[in-house]
């Protein structure tokens, strides 16, 4: 079997429950700094797998239990407290809205420097443009030199999407944000995510959606509150996930 893309071992990240607000002067002052206990939690802990190349997966489980959390570890933008993730290739990842991209500058500005941070050269993104910005769609073109931040939330997944899936990157990573897209879009985007997966990629997906997840993912991990309660082949996780949902476990 070749090297695993993913190696993910006894992971764990531990979070603040609640920020507390600042104090004022004042009651530093005559109360001091101290203060209660912060109260953290485990959002994820003893989480442990491997992802070989060309791996379909899809991370299900009900809200609060992980997914987003972990994603964002295997892109790097979260470290862990305890354990490590390995990834052994560059990551695509369209984890958020924003998809990581500047709010001040344009949509065409954007595009270069996410293009170039994934380590596409300049004429490789000239060579590229006008396919991302054709998927993108026409209300895209038209927005391309005002500022990203103006965006709807259907455009901003757009660009995402289009810059996302048009690196080179092996490991391409999609946090639920197809369901802000339009019935049409969203057909593009199984589209794009077939030929990625028929071009040997690996695939990540958070999904609420069962199709969705039938569709792209052969394997699913489920997490239920920050723990890895299944690993498995995604009909087999989907199945114990629907049970627990019925019996409100
Ligand atoms: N930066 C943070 N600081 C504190 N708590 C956080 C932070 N990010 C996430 N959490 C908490 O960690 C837990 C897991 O959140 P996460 O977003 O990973 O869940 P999820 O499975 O993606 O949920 P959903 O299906 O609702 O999107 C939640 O309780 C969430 O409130």
Redesign the pocket.
């Given at each position: 079997m070749a090297d695993p893309v993913i190696s993910v071992q006894d992971l764990g990240i531990e979070?603040?429950?609640?920020?507390r607000r600042r104090m004022q002067l004042r009651e530093l002052l005559f109360h001091g700094s101290s203060g209660a206990p912060k109260q953290t939690?485990w959002?994820?802990r003893n989480i442990s797998f491997d992802i070989q190349p060309g791996e379909a997966v899809g991370?299900v489980?009900?809200?609060?239990?992980?997914?987003?959390?972990?994603?964002?570890m295997i892109a790097g933008v979260?470290l862990p407290d305890e354990g490590s993730v390995t990834v052994n290739g560059g990551v695509a990842p369209l984890i958020e809205l924003t998809g990581g991209f500047v709010g001040e500058l344009s949509a065409r500005d954007n595009i270069y420097l996410t293009a170039g941070l994934h380590g596409l050269p300049k004429a490789a993104i000239e060579e590229r443009f006008d396919d991302i910005v054709a998927f993108a769609g026409p209300e895209v073109r038209a927005g391309l030199d005002t500022p990203y931040r103006h965006f709807s939330s259907g455009m901003k997944v757009r660009l995402g999407f289009a810059v996302v899936t048009t690196l080179d990157e092996p490991i391409v990573l999609v946090?639920?944000v197809l369901a802000v897209g339009d019935r049409a879009f969203r057909e593009k985007c199984y589209q794009r995510m077939e030929s990625l997966l028929a071009d040997g990629r690996t695939l990540f997906l958070?999904s609420?959606s069962e199709k969705d997840l039938r569709r792209f993912s052969t394997r699913g991990l489920y997490?239920k509150r920050?723990e890895l309660v299944m690993d498995a082949p995604m009909d087999d996780v989907l199945e114990r996930y629907n049970h627990d949902l019925d019996a409100g476990a």
């Amino acid at each position: 079997m070749a090297d695993p893309v993913i190696s993910v071992q006894d992971l764990g990240i531990e979070f603040f429950r609640s920020r507390r607000r600042r104090m004022q002067l004042r009651e530093l002052l005559f109360h001091g700094s101290s203060g209660a206990p912060k109260q953290t939690f485990w959002a994820l802990r003893n989480i442990s797998f491997d992802i070989q190349p060309g791996e379909a997966v899809g991370l299900v489980g009900g809200n609060g239990g992980g997914k987003s959390t972990l994603l964002k570890m295997i892109a790097g933008v979260l470290l862990p407290d305890e354990g490590s993730v390995t990834v052994n290739g560059g990551v695509a990842p369209l984890i958020e809205l924003t998809g990581g991209f500047v709010g001040e500058l344009s949509a065409r500005d954007n595009i270069y420097l996410t293009a170039g941070l994934h380590g596409l050269p300049k004429a490789a993104i000239e060579e590229r443009f006008d396919d991302i910005v054709a998927f993108a769609g026409p209300e895209v073109r038209a927005g391309l030199d005002t500022p990203y931040r103006h965006f709807s939330s259907g455009m901003k997944v757009r660009l995402g999407f289009a810059v996302v899936t048009t690196l080179d990157e092996p490991i391409v990573l999609v946090d639920e944000v197809l369901a802000v897209g339009d019935r049409a879009f969203r057909e593009k985007c199984y589209q794009r995510m077939e030929s990625l997966l028929a071009d040997g990629r690996t695939l990540f997906l958070v999904s609420h959606s069962e199709k969705d997840l039938r569709r792209f993912s052969t394997r699913g991990l489920y997490l239920k509150r920050g723990e890895l309660v299944m690993d498995a082949p995604m009909d087999d996780v989907l199945e114990r996930y629907n049970h627990d949902l019925d019996a409100g476990a």
